[in-house]
């Protein structure tokens, strides 16, 4: 008997007594889904008669199923009127064709239907044809409309012109917000900030004057050498007049049809101002911006963000912060903000039917079908202020899941709906199909709908709380399923994602409704707005506090193989602990063991780990950290107290050399020029640390990187000093001194020669060079001196005594000067060079060269970090590799 006859028989209707009351899950939707988006998803970059020749197949093979079906129901009636002739009741052959249209021999189908249907051999019925031939059609929808997309962006003269990089003159309408690039480190110099935008071409002329009036998307990209300010607040649906060169896309399957770099360095030429809706979603919007003027940072930053998507004010720090804390959908419009008034409006799922519904809408005495308007306009409102890009979309679609919830109270009918949604907005825009956006916001919402409520009931089972086995089972369902996309972007897995989301989610609403007033309150109330503004910012801040402290957890984060096999393995692995988790649960003790484990990894207490992993050795006193092409030294200080000489590339690699060598302390902070290898992890260093000061050279070169340095520092509120030359330091048993940029006058104990030394012109040249004593170890730290400055070091101190450590100037390039390596004539010469780098670093000459010396070479990208311990005798350096 079905769970609607047991209903039937009850007197009553399905969900009368109780909204929540429904059958198993529907998921009838979800193969075609699926199917739609995966056709979509290939056909993107196929060629185009492959994709023809897919989508013929697959309508072919869907006829020939449907036909087959239909066969196998004529064949059923054709029975059933048998079985009526021969003096069967017809009540019962209508019930077995009744039965095998709705799935074959399945529950509603008597023993003789199942008799038979063995007889005949069938291992497939009519259902599962017709769901086979649904699926094929879907996903030939899906390869059509991705096909069509793709060959509409192709055709024209853009494609063929952006082939030959041609200059051309374009009337152009901007589809999107501006978006800034995230400069990257490359060799010495660090990539300039650029701005992105979407735009669509309308009116094109070719470099042979022909003007052809088309629709074709483009990618803009303005360089940072002009005004980008007002490039910055163009807002969507402007038109421009835009002269520059094309060029192919950045990548295959993109939804432009090539790029489009504006020449010149003057501002934009607006030919057409944007519609009324984008102005009014712009006031709106700059309204909060103004309203957290006033804010803390952190607050000022992500406030935007969390309500309308704003993310121009975060930082790349606060961003890294929130990846390493898997908390970046927090940073973001997604479903649950417009949930959340929704709710508000509405009340909480599994009311809405009842008479004592809660929510605004009651109370203030509208009914339930113009709630549900009041919430589809809502909707639209949301989606012109946060701007129809397709992560607002996939927004939108869920929030409206989200208010079928909330008019139904039945949360297992949501998973048609959720397919449905997939489907459409991947036949609207295929794009989808491949953004891992979409992707994780369908895994999320899908495992909110299917596995929390489940994983839920089971902590529920176990005497936890309700509202926090909820909150506990919907931050590790998504977790679980959203990880292993994850990986295939960052190639790790976070192991405090899920206490940070069930911190931070519970400040998400009050920030959320708090901004979304200030929002609608400042075009006319900017005081009032302020105020809630500032209410909102303690929320926000909380969530930013959240972030920044599980970032700084030295286990926050574990490296994990990337690409596919990374993938598959983290999903192999989570599917195991599923599988096992209802057994493990059963014993207490196993249950506390695994979490001491966890938090042991998270923790990685330095005694610990040290037993584990033999890092760092005891009594190190120098380590040079692996952070790839770049220089990232430290000097041991104290009890977890160390002086650091630069600050390598990479912020996250610098923070984790330190976290493992447990440095908590950062009394002096050297950066030894301005080249971006050796200063753009400095944010990395200042993560969690309290730095004493941070000493720079007195070259203030290249500009940009000068700045970045100042500012990190000044947000930091550290200070910043110049180096002098000859002056010396002590902390500890650490003793250094400046030999160079030149001066006049030589450190104590190395007497200074006669020649004052070349003027350093050039970043490498004015590198700060350290001469360092540690207990009975001394090092030479040249920084990336060229030979002409370390032929100044000679001449001014003649009598450079022999170090045990020299760090090879310039990541051993071989630009070495001969006479400074026979007279330092180290024992150890340490290399900081990254791995399969463009430059040939370390030069061959020089490596023979220190060896035919007596040095031990020894190299990060070989070797990986190294600790030097000891002196003497036993002195020794130690390889983490």
């Known amino acids: 008997m079905s769970h609607l006859d047991v209903h039937a028989a009850s007197g009553s209707r399905l969900g009368a007594s109780e909204p929540r009351q429904e059958g198993p899950a529907d998921l009838r939707l979800v193969p075609p889904a699926m199917a739609a988006w995966a056709g979509a998803a290939l056909a993107l970059s196929a060629p185009g008669r492959w994709t023809t020749v897919g989508v013929i197949l697959c309508v072919g093979a869907a006829m020939v199923l449907l036909a087959m079906s239909g066969a196998a129901a004529t064949r059923v009636r054709r029975r059933g009127a048998a079985g009526a002739s021969a003096g069967r009741p017809s009540s019962d052959a209508d019930a077995d064709a009744d039965a095998d249209a709705d799935g074959g021999i399945g529950a509603g189908a008597d023993a003789d239907t199942a008799d038979r249907a063995a007889a005949d051999g069938r291992w497939w019925s ?13 996903a030939a929808a899906g390869a059509a409309a991705a096909g069509l997309h793709s060959a509409d962006v192709r055709q024209g003269p853009v494609h063929e012109l952006a082939e030959r990089f041609s200059t051309v003159e374009a009337e152009v309408t901007v589809t999107s917000d501006a978006r800034r690039t995230t400069p990257r480190v490359r060799g010495d110099h660090s990539t300039p900030v650029a701005l992105l935008m979407d735009a669509e071409i309308t009116r094109l002329t070719g470099p042979d004057g022909a003007v052809t009036g088309l629709s074709t998307p483009v990618l803009l990209i303005v360089s940072p050498g002009g005004s980008t300010g007002p490039w910055q607040q163009l807002l969507p649906s402007t038109h421009l007049r835009v002269g520059g060169r094309l060029s192919p896309p950045l990548h295959d399957g993109e939804r432009s049809a090539a790029v489009l770099r504006p020449q010149g360095k003057g501002p934009p030429r607006i030919i057409g101002p944007p519609s009324v809706l984008q102005r009014t979603a712009g006031a709106l919007r700059g309204g909060l911006r103004q309203a957290t003027e006033r804010l803390d940072p952190d607050a000022r930053a992500l406030l935007p963000g969390l309500v309308v998507g704003d993310t121009s004010r975060i930082t790349p720090e606060l961003h890294e912060a929130f990846k390493a804390a898997d908390l970046t959908h927090l940073m973001a419009v997604s479903g649950s903000n417009l949930a959340i008034l929704l709710v508000l409006l509405i009340g909480p799922p599994g009311m809405a039917l009842r008479a004592e519904r809660r929510g605004l809408a009651p109370r203030l005495g509208i009914s339930l079908r113009l709630t549900a308007l009041l919430g589809g306009g809502l909707t639209l409102a949301f989606v012109i202020v946060c701007r129809p890009e397709p992560s607002v979309l996939r927004a939108a679609a869920c929030g409206l899941i989200t208010l079928l919830a909330i008019g139904t109270g039945r949360r297992r009918s949501l998973i048609p709906a959720l397919a449905a949604a997939v489907m459409l907005l991947v036949l609207y825009d295929p794009w989808m199909a491949r953004s891992y956006g979409f992707i994780l916001s369908v895994l999320a919402t899908g495992a909110l709908l299917t596995i929390a409520p489940k994983w839920s009931d089971a902590l529920q089972r176990r005497r936890v709380p309700a509202r926090l086995a909820e909150a506990l089972a919907a931050a590790a369902a998504a977790q679980a ?69 599980g970032a700084d ?17 983290l999903t192999a692995l989570t599917a195991l602990v599923m599988l096992f988790a209802r057994r493990i649960v059963r014993h207490p003790w196993v249950c506390s063991a695994a979490s001491l484990l966890l ?24 380590a040079m950290c692996d952070v790839g092409q770049g220089d990232a030294l430290v000097l041991a200080a104290g009890d977890g107290a160390g002086v650091v000489v630069d600050a390598g590339p990479d912020p996250s690699l610098v923070d984790r050399c330190l976290r493992d060598l447990g440095i908590t302390e950062v009394p002096f902070l050297v950066l030894t020029h301005f080249h971006a290898d050796h200063v753009r992890g400095l944010p990395g260093v200042l993560r969690g640390r309290a730095v004493g000061a941070i000493e720079t050279t007195s070259l203030d070169e290249p500009p940009d990187q000068v700045a970045f340095v100042r500012r990190t520092a000044a947000e930091s509120h550290v200070s910043l000093v110049r180096a002098v030359p000859g002056e010396r330091r002590r902390i500890g048993a650490l003793d250094w001194r400046v030999l160079w940029p030149a001066s006049a006058t ?80 180290p024992r150890f010469a340490l290399v900081s060079v990254g791995r399969d780098n463009p430059y040939g670093h370390p030069a061959p000459r020089t490596v023979d060269a220190l060896r035919a010396g007596g040095a031990v070479v020894l190299r990060t990208d070989t070797d990986g970090a190294i600790a030097v311990t000891g002196a003497g005798p036993g002195l020794r350096a130690v390889r983490r590799s």
Request: glycine share 10%; aromatic share 4%.
């Open 599 to 622: 938090v042991l990894a998270v923790l990685r207490p330095v005694p610990l780990t040290r037993v584990l992993t033999g890092w760092p050795p005891p009594g190190w006193a120098f």
């Open 126 to 138: 009519r259902a599962t044809a017709t769901a086979t031939a649904a699926a094929l059609l879907c």
């Open 481 to 549: 399923v959203c990880a292993p996309v994850v990986v295939l972007l960052a190639s790790r897995v976070s192991l405090v994602a899920i206490p940070c989301n069930l911190l931070a989610e519970a400040a998400v609403p009050p920030a959320t409704v708090l901004g979304f007033a200030a929002l609608a309150l400042a075009p006319v109330a900017m005081p009032v707005a302020e105020l809630l503004a500032r209410i909102a910012g303690w929320p926000a801040g909380w969530i930013a506090s959240v972030a920044r402290t």
């Open 553 to 569: 957890l030295p286990g926050a984060e574990i490296d994990w193989p990337d690409g596919w096999k990374g993938a598959v393995l």
């Open 746 to 825: 030589g450190p104590g104990g190395i007497p200074a020669g006669p020649g004052a030394g070349p003027v350093p012109l050039e970043p490498n040249d004015a590198s700060v060079t350290l001469h360092v004593r540690a207990g009975g170890l001394t090092l030479l730290l040249l920084g990336d001196l060229e030979p002409q400055a370390q032929q100044g070091v000679l001449r001014r101190y003649p009598a450079l005594p022999r170090v045990d450590v020299l760090k090879v100037a310039h990541h051993g390039s071989a630009h070495q000067d001969p006479a400074l390596l026979r007279s330092a004539h």
